[in-house]
């Protein structure tokens, strides 16, 4: 298939919606958007944000799951060349505290509620703290209704309109610091990467490719989302992963791509309704995992074809995946070559020599990345770049001779839990907010259906009673739910170095003994 010619994203939904206006981009539980009617609401959002001030280089927030409501505020702001920082609907408020002001957003577009949370309202309470924000915009309420009731925005004079080389979004990741680091990202880098995720699929515009995955995350809204609207194909949305819901929606819309995680694809098998019938339609898709993983989504769940990924935020999601086409044998046990236009090396992560094919060293990436953390993760730039222009993953490979990577594990501390990275120093750090807490280390734990399991041990302070419901009651209040710890464990001291640092290698030790009943 040939590549989109536009270089920004608004730009491609009207390519697209020029090819075949009626083709249905969107589709849910409740109805279907047609590209035209896409493009058509996004001018309009854009004809409102110009109204109330906004143009090329502001931004706004999102904090929303997955809704047309997301996408229309999404395109509408690309328009403009005004960059979207979306939020986890998972934050809590003082996390949202956080990134609002890292993020320096002027406009927050949230839902008034969010399960039993007044997200609005809670936002509000906060506003005071905020200098840069002047709005806060519910989505499923009257004032969002206006912005998409607005004068349709016209073609802006050169210069005012968004550029390619702007950024497009500003992704919250998790990293090893105790904060969130900000990854912006730029539209036609992150079209032509999702392009090329896509051909490995072999997407074309009759694919309908189901996103049950948050649109939040790079693995939705430059992933996904750009994998689907390059090839012109059809966006089958789910507001948040259900697994009865999500096979309604394969069987009903006849989805033929899932993107899933082993955890997702767990759900989906264990459902009391699930058959195999249920999702005949699958032929393609993505996921990660070990290569049980891969094969339990292949034969299991039905997508045959489905791929292999690596990848991280930074690289917009994903920089190696392994083709379709390949024989499924080979998709599991790697996660394939680079994309075009990437390149991928082995160091050595101690003396940075350079490592031969099958040897194993740290993961170096070069091509479509982001062009550096911005915010108050901007200062850790120095530390994941290299001067020939390479990002240091952490992650642990190898190149094999065919030139696929293989990956290998980690050599920084992150917790993958379900999928999602968790940085040990913020559950830290939440945990010693606690006054019944003198020291904590956290690490992660090998797990059957997590991938890995956050565990945290705990050195009580003097009086202090040893409660781990308790404990989590605390975490619940300033972490999102999936960074809590899953076990916690007592103990007097904790292996530390002589400068009084956490010896992590001796905790995730530690953490293996324990949780399988090991512990002293």
């Not at 001018?43 to 229309?72: H, Q, T, Y």
């Not at 090329?196 to 649109?215: A, T």
């Not at 929606?249 to 997702?264: D, G, K």
Request: proline share 7%; glycine share 10%; with cysteine.
């Amino acid at each position: 298939m040939h590549a989109p010619y536009s270089r920004t994203v608004y730009d491609l939904l009207r390519e697209q919606a020029a090819k075949a206006p009626d083709r249905p981009f969107l589709l849910t539980a409740e109805g279907s958007v047609a590209y035209g009617e896409m493009a058509a609401r996004a001018a309009a959002v854009a004809g409102g944000l110009a109204a109330d001030g906004l143009c090329r280089g502001d931004r706004i927030g999102l904090l929303s799951d997955n809704r047309p409501e997301w996408l229309e505020a999404f395109f509408g702001a690309a328009a403009l060349g005004v960059v979207v920082a979306p939020f986890s609907t998972w934050s809590t408020l003082p996390e949202l505290e956080f990134l609002l002001a890292d993020a320096g957003v002027s406009h927050l577009f949230t839902l008034q509620r969010y399960g039993d949370r007044d997200l609005a309202a809670g936002v509000q309470a906060m506003a005071g703290g905020l200098p840069a924000l002047r709005r806060v915009v519910p989505l499923d309420g009257e004032a969002f209704q206006q912005f998409r009731a607005a004068t349709p925005i016209a073609e802006a004079p050169p210069g005012a309109r968004a550029s390619a080389a702007d950024p497009l979004v500003l992704l919250y990741t998790s990293g090893s610091s105790s904060r969130p680091k900000a990854v912006p990202l730029l539209p036609y880098a992150a079209i032509e990467n999702g392009f090329n995720i896509g051909e490995r699929q072999g997407l074309g515009p009759e694919d309908r490719v189901l996103v049950s995955i948050p649109l939040f995350w790079s693995y939705g809204a430059v992933n996904a989302l750009m994998a689907t609207l390059s090839h012109g194909a059809t966006l089958v949305l789910q507001p948040r992963f259900e697994p009865e819901g999500a096979l309604d929606l394969i069987e009903r819309h006849r989805a033929t791509s899932i993107y899933t995680l082993p955890a997702m694809t767990n759900a989906l098998l264990a459902a009391e309704t699930f058959s195999p019938a249920r999702t005949a339609s699958l032929r393609t898709g993505v996921t990660i995992g070990a290569p049980q993983d891969v094969m339990r989504a292949a034969t299991e769940l039905g997508a045959a074809e489905i791929c292999n990924i690596y990848g991280q935020t930074e690289s917009y999601g994903n920089c190696c995946v392994t083709p379709h086409d390949w024989p499924l044998e080979r998709r599991a046990v790697c996660q394939g070559p680079p994309l075009p236009g990437v390149t991928i090396r082995i160091r050595d992560p101690e003396t940075g020599a350079a490592m031969a094919a099958g040897e194993i060293g740290e993961i170096e990436v070069r091509g479509y990345l982001t062009p550096g953390y911005a915010g108050d993760s901007a200062r850790h730039n120095g530390e994941v770049f290299t001067a020939d222009g390479f990002f240091r993953t952490g992650d642990l490979g190898a190149l094999r001779p065919d030139g696929a990577i293989a990956y290998a594990g980690r050599r920084s501390e992150m917790i993958k839990r379900s999928g999602i990275n968790v940085s040990p120093a913020e559950v830290e750090e939440a945990l010693q907010q606690s006054a019944a807490v003198g020291l904590a280390g956290v690490a992660g734990v090998a797990d059957a259906d997590k991938g890995e399991i956050i565990v945290a041990f705990v050195v009580p302070r003097p009086g202090a009673q040893e409660d781990a419901e308790a404990l989590r009651g605390h975490c619940r209040s300033l972490l999102s739910s999936y960074k809590l710890p899953d076990r916690i464990f007592f103990r007097r001291e904790l292996p530390l170095t002589p400068t009084g640092k956490l010896m992590r290698r001796e905790l995730a030790a530690l953490a293996a003994d324990a949780v399988n009943g090991d512990a002293g």
